[in-house]
């Protein structure tokens, strides 16, 4: 799932349609945030069903997307498409939602710093055709 994710993703070229890459990453964060949500839910059970799911769906959607539209207004505003600077103005973006969504400013600095040079090293990374792990060997 994750593979094909992210092949739709690179796809596509930056600062172009920017409508598809932002339901890309909207996927990317539902699933992402599905999983926080788990996690949460298990280690603080909620009181009802219905407070578990409006809690469930505060982890989902919104980073994904905010990242998906930021980094591509970003190429085009800037008419960079293939610059990492992009990708961190979309992690530092999505992490201000996540202080904001935390009503703690401390939180969303920090996020913004973190997921921001995160997502920056990621697209140099893909830039320069750099591997995490090597492919087996034959």
Request: charged share 15%; aromatic share 10%.
């Amino acid at each position: 799932m994750a593979s094909i994710l992210t092949k739709e993703y690179w796809d596509v070229p930056d600062g172009t349609e920017c409508h598809r890459k932002t339901y890309v990453t909207t996927k990317m964060g539902a699933a992402m945030g599905l999983v926080a949500s788990a996690y949460h839910l298990v280690f603080f059970p909620p009181e009802s069903t219905a407070e578990g799911i409006l809690r469930a769906g505060k982890f989902t959607f919104s980073m994904g997307a905010i990242f998906g539209i930021t980094s591509c207004v970003s190429a085009q505003i800037r008419e960079k498409p293939d610059d990492p600077l992009n990708y961190f103005f979309g992690g530092c973006a999505a992490g201000m939602t996540l202080g904001a969504r935390m009503h703690s400013y401390t939180s969303g600095a920090a996020a913004c710093v973190y997921v921001g040079a995160a997502a920056a090293l990621l697209k140099l990374g893909k830039l320069e055709g750099w591997k995490l792990a090597s492919g087996p060997r034959v």
